[in-house]
């Protein structure tokens, strides 16, 4: 064999290679692979799918960190904040708010613009753009229907003060944690230091049922040790679908009522995000009607943060009202609140 022959078929042989190397770098399709990365404090039986649907629509592929159950949402937050000089992730899908607002005051958020916030109500939608909400749960009184009637269920939190109802039979998750905590700071923001202070007060002298978080709470009241307590509306609904002798209450609905504080699912982009324009893709994908839409069908939350034709599961949300509180003016009682409350209920 000549050595032009041999030249030649070394040069088939590296255009075979290279045009192999390019197929496996693209998609079945022939698009380019793209990647984006997501972490996400949304429990994995909820969101995976969704982003599934995502990576088959787009041909983007999906890396997902999901959360650990002993940290929660703080434990992505934290990561965050540890990489913050170098960013791996591009877009955080947070199951609340706080920790959503915490890293914007901490710099690790950057701000977007996205098509698909059209038509979100204005609070659940950063002015600044860092952020911006989907589907939301709502706090809820779980009443044991064995023990009330129709007509005795509480209507409001100002309920758990009330006398006609023994304080061993009425029960809050420590206020310190958790969405009871975002509570106690929604009601620091709304009503004033002295007011909020007054009611939690009010509880401690009372002697209500202080449990370690709403799950807790949720149990208690399904097993008929509590009459009702204070929890979010994905365990009531958990209840509920157990077949529980439980209903849940939206609180403080009537004329001139308060209303409940509604938590949103936030959408944040990583500041300095690997891969930008997938970033946005994704983000403008997680703010769709149609994944607000799935998102409560598949019972994560319940509460669509616009107008939206679906019918949640355990609860009738038309008509409820929320709570006219302003998400940064609550991270901002977050820890004086927290504080003060643990002089309360921590002695």
């Known amino acids: 064999m000549s050595?032009?022959?041999?030249?030649?078929l070394l040069a088939v042989l590296c255009l075979g290679c290279a045009t192999f190397l390019a197929a496996c770098a693209s998609g079945s399709d022939g698009r380019?692979?793209?990647?984006v990365v997501v972490y996400t404090s949304v429990d994995q039986m909820y969101s995976e799918p969704i982003l599934k649907d995502f990576e088959e629509q787009t041909g983007i592929r999906v890396q997902a960190v999901y959360d650990v159950e002993a940290t929660k949402t703080v434990g992505l937050a934290n990561r965050l904040l540890?990489?913050?000089e170098r960013p791996l992730a591009d877009v955080f899908w947070n199951g609340e708010i706080l920790e959503t607002l915490r890293l914007k005051d901490e710099g690790v958020l950057a701000p977007f613009e996205s098509p698909s916030t059209e038509g979100i109500y204005p609070q659940f939608v950063d002015p600044e753009g860092y952020w911006a909400?989907?589907?939301?749960?709502?706090?809820v009184i779980l009443v044991n229907t064995d023990l009330l009637s129709p007509e005795e269920y509480p209507e409001s939190i100002y309920d758990l003060l009330?006398?006609?109802?023994?304080?061993?039979?009425?029960?809050?998750?420590?206020?310190?944690?958790?969405?009871?905590?975002?509570?106690?700071?929604?009601?620091?923001?709304?009503?004033?230091?002295?007011?909020?202070?007054?009611?939690?007060?009010?509880?401690?002298?009372?002697?209500?049922?202080?449990?370690?978080?709403?799950?807790?709470?949720?149990?208690?009241?399904?097993?008929g040790r509590l009459a009702f307590a204070m929890t979010d509306t994905d365990d009531a609904c958990a209840a509920i679908k157990a077949g529980r002798p439980v209903t849940a209450v939206f609180p403080d609905q009537g004329d001139g009522g308060m209303g409940t504080l509604v938590i949103p699912n936030t959408?944040?982009?990583?500041?300095?995000?690997?891969?930008?324009?997938?970033?946005?893709?994704?983000?403008?994908?997680?703010?769709?009607?149609?994944?607000?839409?799935?998102?409560?069908?598949?019972?994560?939350?319940h509460l669509p943060v616009r107008p939206l034709a679906v019918e949640p599961?355990?609860?009738?949300?038309?008509?409820?009202?929320?709570?006219?509180?302003?998400?940064?003016?609550?991270?901002?009682?977050?820890?004086?609140?927290?504080?003060?409350?643990?002089?309360?209920?921590?002695?």
Request: glycine fraction near 8%.
């Open 162 to 223: 009330d006398p006609r109802w023994p304080a061993e039979q009425v029960g809050i998750a420590y206020p310190m944690f958790g969405t009871t905590s975002t509570h106690a700071a929604a009601l620091y923001a709304y009503l004033g230091e002295d007011k909020a202070r007054a009611f939690f007060d009010g509880l401690a002298e009372r002697g209500v049922q202080v449990v370690d978080g709403n799950s807790v709470a949720k149990d208690l009241v399904a097993a």
């Open 32 to 35: 380019s692979a793209k990647t």
């Open 267 to 301: 959408i944040a982009l990583v500041r300095g995000a690997p891969h930008p324009q997938e970033a946005q893709a994704l983000i403008d994908y997680l703010l769709s009607e149609e994944v607000e839409r799935q998102v409560v069908k598949l019972g994560w939350s």
């Open 3 to 8: 050595w032009l022959r041999v030249g030649t």
């Open 313 to 347: 599961e355990c609860f009738d949300v038309g008509g409820v009202a929320s709570m006219n509180v302003q998400y940064e003016a609550l991270f901002d009682w977050l820890e004086p609140s927290r504080s003060e409350l643990a002089e309360i209920f921590i002695r």
């Open 82 to 84: 540890s990489e913050k």
């Open 133 to 139: 909400g989907i589907a939301g749960r709502a706090r």
